[in-house]
């Protein structure tokens, strides 16, 4: 066989273990002053994974080989930067029905003012996986309960209408956060750790919500105590940095969940341009079981401010453009 072919297979195959969260072979952590494993820098989630198994995909954990290069090929076709943007789970999805013959195109309009276009996102990261989900098998987010789906349906309602002021708006759009953990991909994606001996800095790029999280074995506070990245403590396992979060406000992940969430977070290189992001979900109002998901990160440029401010001007005009509206149907 050619030598060159030879490396490129070898190089191929090492990427796809990885990504799927195996630790390159031939390589060495990189460590801090203190021993521990370095985990700082810039990285990024560009992983074209979609967090849900798609139905068409059910059984199936992994495609082929022959089957992501089809749909890397296609996606590059469709969201090349000469097209519109698709965002999230979206860019899979339709890559897949595309292959799959069942959808000719895809828009990425609102309705309203019009299409982005795929010169704004990043070419995405693929590999053979078909959900970000680990647990359950089947690769689906668990049902919700009653109360989580009373919940979703009034606040699907109340976004319907008009607002009255700026606490009728989400929290994203009053840039308030966009939860923790965060699972955007492919948009603003990137985050950035800091380490040091005592504590871990985790800031995302989206709203830069940043997390200083303690590693001097502190309790949590009471339970009382309520914010919108909950309260955060972490430790060592070997060679993986574990978050533990609770303390969360209500709504502070996916815009539904309750104050009894409980986040674990599992850190740990998996090779020299890679890092293994693990999370478990818990939180027995909003789902009816546990469930984990593995997003594995990639090395990325370094993050530039996002200038998004509670207050800003965008919530200024969504307000204005409602009493607006209500002007016109007045009359």
């Given at each position: ?55 068409e ?44 013959g ?77 939860g ?40 949590h ?19 993986t ?5 609770t ?8 815009s ?76």
């Open positions: 066989m050619n030598n060159r072919f030879l490396c490129f297979v070898i190089g191929a195959a090492t990427l796809v273990s990885v990504a799927q969260g195996q630790v390159a072979p031939n390589w060495k952590t990189p460590r801090t002053p203190d021993g521990r494993p370095d985990l700082q820098g810039y990285w990024a989630n560009n992983n074209a994974t979609p967090l849900e198994r798609p139905k995909l059910a059984g199936r954990a992994t495609l082929t080989d022959q089957e992501v290069a089809a749909m890397k090929k296609k996606a590059h076709e469709l969201f090349g930067g000469k097209s519109d943007a698709a965002f999230g789970d979206t860019v899979f999805l339709s890559t897949l029905a595309n292959v799959q069942t959808k000719a195109g895809f828009k990425s309009t609102d309705g309203e003012t019009g299409d982005y276009s795929s010169v704004w996102t990043v070419e995405r990261d693929w590999d053979n996986r078909t959900s970000l989900i680990t647990d359950p098998p089947d690769g689906r987010i668990p049902a919700m309960t009653a109360d989580a789906q009373q919940r979703r349906e009034a606040a699907r309602a109340a976004a319907q209408r008009p607002a009255t002021g700026p606490e009728d708006r989400s929290l994203s759009e009053r840039c308030i956060t966009y923790t953990p965060q699972l955007t991909e492919g948009y603003q994606s990137n985050y950035e750790i800091v380490q040091s001996p005592t504590s871990v800095a985790f800031m995302t790029e989206m709203i830069h919500d940043a997390r200083i999280i303690p590693l001097d074995g502190h309790p506070p009471p339970a009382a105590v309520k914010q919108w990245l909950g309260d955060s403590r972490g430790h060592w396992e070997g060679d940095l574990v978050i533990d979060t303390n969360y406000k209500p709504r502070a992940f996916m539904v969940s309750s104050d009894k969430l409980h986040v674990t977070e599992r850190f740990s290189r998996s090779g020299p341009e890679t890092l293994k992001y693990e999370i478990t979900i818990d939180d027995p109002d909003t789902w009816t079981k546990p469930w984990s998901l593995m997003i594995p990160l990639r090395n990325s440029a370094p993050v530039f401010e996002y200038a998004c401010h509670e207050g800003n001007e965008g919530l200024i005009g969504i307000l204005a453009g409602a009493r607006a509206a209500e002007a016109a149907a007045a009359k």
